[in-house]
């Protein structure tokens, strides 16, 4: 006679509430980061490595490799279930997504409700969606580097060798992900020689870890064939394509290369970008940091310095994109968890209605005040509205003094804190919808300056139709790209059999369809009919003033864009 199974080892009692709102959690942010992942255009970059990644499913060696995880990944994407813009983005849309699972290997360190706040913060994140939705490498390597830390974390904690095997593998999928993995081993390996020089002045924990990883030999040695291997099957697509290994090169020389280009972004960037977009990731972040840093928390204190670390360096290295800045939010988006339940929990158990609900009532209506007196700058441009915003400002210091006077300095600053991270989470999820739907559509977005537009794939619609009219096969006219970039019209038309593509306006071509920039007239043969499409946008938010800035703040609305146009030249005798 069998036993039956013991019900409380079954797989289903094992499952917690806590487990289940994870798994929850990680559905919602797959919806967000997979709903109309493709209705964006792809940009140049992405245009780019997408197209890599397509010559390498279709047999040929890719012209760019650049980063081999995301190359082979996406090849193997493409090879499976077809090229496409959707499946060119769905590993960095994948990895935004299983990057809200980090925080919950942190329980222990962050409690149980700081850890869940910190996955809820980065599944809302707008630089997260944002890198998400983009086939870059930033979102990998942000994703690999906090991974990468909480395994170190585990290693220090247990000792077991299993968190040092997954550190290894981590390890080496960062190393193949982007230039941004080298600034998140130099943030860590700075936060690892302060921790050591901290055990040889006799921390306590610092020490112990020092004396596993100094008795560990054949653990560290069988760690580093593990990172070997790790290396050589990502870089080399498990050895189908062996070239590849030279991406690994490619990754290194294009972070030192960024440090002497001219940077799209401002040196400022990595503080006021993320500063903008995720205000409760930011202020809640760095208040949690200087908490830890008085109160010894070796943590804390080592997520602080790593977001503060890895936003100075961003700041010197010009080729940042908007995506890095997610290096910096992610470890502040732990400590903002953390601060955010402690101040969550304090006020549960000291909340009065009468007392403490009056004053976030009243903020409240200041805050629509402020509101209104800044749209009303926004759009009459009068500087008495800015004059009454600050009066509002005065009000809610003028409020949290006089309940500090009343009751307690801690309960009027408490008050205020969770007042001021209501308001910071509405900003902020506002900022991620805007980010992560309306990029490149009627609103504007700083993440993105210059989109390229939707009518380029209706160019590319054009000429599969002029080809089946005049051939019969959407794909057989002879088709000739003479654009300064063209790497967006080569992804769209990659389908084309007769596409020849120059960077820039060559001399005499024979084709068919001609693409060209506008205001060129192409030197080729018999006579030719053309139509203007717009490629890109650029928002020249540099030049903004403040006004226009306000309402770019309030609404996501900039005035019209500068246009890069094309025209197609289709061969009138050929009709």
């Not at 006799?202 to 004396?211: D, K, R």
């Not at 209706?458 to 002879?478: E, F, K, N, P, Y």
């Not at 990659?494 to 020849?500: D, H, I, S």
């Not at 864009?561 to 050929?574: D, G, Y």
Request: hydrophobic share 55%.
């Amino acid at each position: 006679m069998t036993e039956k199974p013991d019900a409380k080892n079954s797989l289903w009692s094992r499952i917690t509430v806590e487990t289940a709102l994870y798994v929850a959690l990680l559905v919602v942010s797959l919806m967000l980061r997979l709903v109309d992942l493709d209705a964006r255009p792809l940009s140049s970059a992405e245009a780019a490595r997408a197209l890599g990644a397509w010559q390498l499913a279709q047999g040929q060696e890719p012209t760019v490799v650049g980063s081999p995880l995301l190359t082979h990944t996406t090849t193997l994407i493409f090879f499976l279930f077809g090229a496409s813009d959707f499946m060119a983005r769905l590993l960095p849309a994948l990895f935004g997504a299983l990057l809200v699972l980090v925080p919950y290997f942190w329980r222990e360190r962050l409690g149980h409700a700081g850890a869940f706040l910190a996955a809820v913060l980065l599944a809302v994140s707008p630089l997260s969606l944002f890198a998400s939705r983009w086939m870059g490498t930033e979102v990998l390597a942000a994703g690999l580097g906090l991974a990468l830390a909480t395994a170190l974390a585990r290693f220090a904690d247990t000792g077991a060798p299993r968190a040092l095997y997954v550190g290894a593998v981590l390890l080496g999928l960062l190393l193949a992900s982007g230039a941004g993995a080298y600034f998140v081993l130099l943030a860590l390996l700075a936060v690892a020689g302060a921790a050591w020089g901290l055990g040889r002045r006799g921390h306590a924990a610092i020490a112990v870890l020092q004396e596993r990883v100094q008795a560990g030999g054949a653990r560290l040695r069988t760690a580093g064939l593990v990172w070997l291997g790790t290396v050589l099957a990502v870089g080399t697509l498990l050895l189908f394509h062996v070239q590849g290994l030279r991406g690994l090169g490619d990754v290194l020389d294009e972070w030192w290369r960024g440090f002497g280009v001219v940077g799209a972004l401002p040196w400022f960037s990595p503080l006021l970008w993320p500063t903008l977009y995720e205000p409760v990731v930011v202020v809640f972040g760095i208040v949690g940091g200087v908490r830890a840093v008085r109160e010894r928390d070796l943590l804390g204190s080592s997520l602080l310095g790593c977001a503060l670390g890895l936003s100075v360096m961003l700041a010197a290295w010009p080729a940042r994109t908007s995506g890095d800045f997610l290096l910096v939010t992610a470890p502040l988006a732990l400590l903002a968890g953390r601060e955010i339940a402690r101040l969550w929990q304090n006020a549960r158990a000291d909340w009065r209605g009468a007392r403490d609900g009056v004053y976030v009532a009243v903020f409240a209506i200041l805050v629509a005040y402020i509101y209104l007196q800044l749209a009303g700058f926004a759009e009459r441009g009068n500087v008495e509205f800015v004059l009454l915003a600050w009066v509002g400002v005065g009000l809610v210091v003028v409020l949290t003094v006089g309940q500090g006077g009343l009751y307690s300095v801690d309960n009027a600053l408490r008050n205020l804190g969770l007042s001021v991270a209501a308001l910071a989470l509405v900003i902020t999820l506002s900022a991620a919808l805007g980010s992560a739907y309306n990029a490149g559509g009627k609103n504007a977005e700083c993440l993105d300056p210059a989109p390229t537009s939707p009518q380029a794939r209706a160019l590319a619609a054009d000429v599969a139709t002029w080809s089946l009219r005049r051939v019969g096969d959407a794909h057989q006219m002879s088709v000739a790209v003479m654009l300064p970039d063209p790497a967006v019209m080569q992804w769209y038309l990659r389908e084309f059999r007769n596409l020849r593509v120059f960077a820039g306006v060559a001399g005499p071509v024979s084709a068919e369809a001609i693409i060209a920039p506008e205001g060129v007239q192409p030197a080729a043969q018999g006579a030719y009919v053309g139509q203007a499409y717009e490629l890109t946008r650029d928002l020249r938010w540099r030049a903004l003033p403040a006004r226009d800035w306000w309402r770019w703040a309030l609404w996501r609305a900039l005035p019209a864009p500068s246009q890069t146009r094309a025209v197609l030249w289709i061969q009138a005798s050929s009709e």
